[in-house]
């Protein structure tokens, strides 16, 4: 069965700081890797896609790394602010699958003044 | 960017009635759309892949008879959710991909149902 865990579940950190969430997956075949961000009421938004060649993406303070080898990929927030807060979800898309996404429980990240 | 517009943002029904969700694709066509459901603190849940043209494919466990899915046009999808229970409350979101780029996918805002 093809598994998405993310770690932590949850996170707190006080505005300004980084921070590094992790997604380990099991999915195979491979095609891409997303990471999405997910506002409390709102629908997910994409912050970075990455195919199984690529091993950093950058998107303004996010970076998204990945390691196909060991399945493993981290999402990186720099300068943290209070709009970061949010659910952060790790996706990978498993080929021929039509652009049908399975999303794991995520990262619910806290930002603190 | 590319926008997926959903509509409406949140509804409250009676039980037993019907509530119709829209999904449309604002400037990309959109051959397959997705439907998910969203229960508080838990992920994304499939439901149901819409296919422009043809009958929506379901994911196991999923009603097809409640779940009501209509894919009349590459920019416009329905969900409705017939004869609401109050167990049918949650925050239901549609996804499209672009036809023509076939790279990305783009959520709606999001339908917060409630069922009173």
């Known amino acids: 069965k093809n598994q998405v865990e993310q770690s932590p579940q949850s996170l707190i950190i006080l505005e300004g700081k980084n921070c590094t969430l992790q997604?380990?997956?099991?999915?195979?075949?491979?095609?891409?890797l997303r990471w999405y961000k997910q506002d409390t009421g709102r629908g997910p938004v994409s912050l970075t896609i990455?195919?199984?060649?690529?091993n950093t993406k950058s998107n303004g303070r996010y970076t998204a790394t990945l390691d196909a080898d060991t399945k493993q990929s981290s999402l990186h927030i720099t300068a943290s602010q209070l709009s970061d807060s949010a659910s952060y979800i790790c996706?990978?898309?498993?080929?021929?699958?039509?652009?049908?996404?399975?999303f794991g429980q995520g990262t619910e990240l806290s930002v603190k003044p | 960017g590319a926008v997926v517009s959903q509509h409406p943002s949140r509804v409250i029904c009676k039980s037993g009635t019907s509530v119709k969700i829209e999904c449309r694709s604002l400037?990309?066509?959109?051959?397959?759309m997705f439907w998910y459901r969203q229960f508080p603190k838990q992920s994304l849940m499939l439901m149901a892949t819409?296919?422009?043209?043809?009958?929506?494919?379901?994911e196991q466990g999923v009603e097809k008879d409640k779940f009501l899915i209509n894919h009349a046009s590459l920019t416009l999808s329905t969900l409705t959710v017939t004869s609401a229970h109050p167990e049918d409350s949650s925050f239901y979101i549609c996804?499209?991909?672009?036809?023509?780029?076939?790279?990305?996918?783009?959520f709606g805002q999001g339908t917060r149902l409630t069922v009173v």
């Open positions: 990455m195919t199984f060649s690529e």
């Open positions: 996804s499209a991909t672009d036809t023509g780029t076939n790279t990305e996918a783009f």
């Open positions: 819409s296919n422009e043209g043809s009958k929506a494919t379901y």
């Open positions: 997604c380990n997956y099991t999915v195979s075949p491979f095609s891409n």
């Open positions: 996706v990978p898309l498993l080929r021929d699958q039509g652009g049908k996404l399975i």
């Open positions: 400037d990309f066509q959109a051959t397959t």
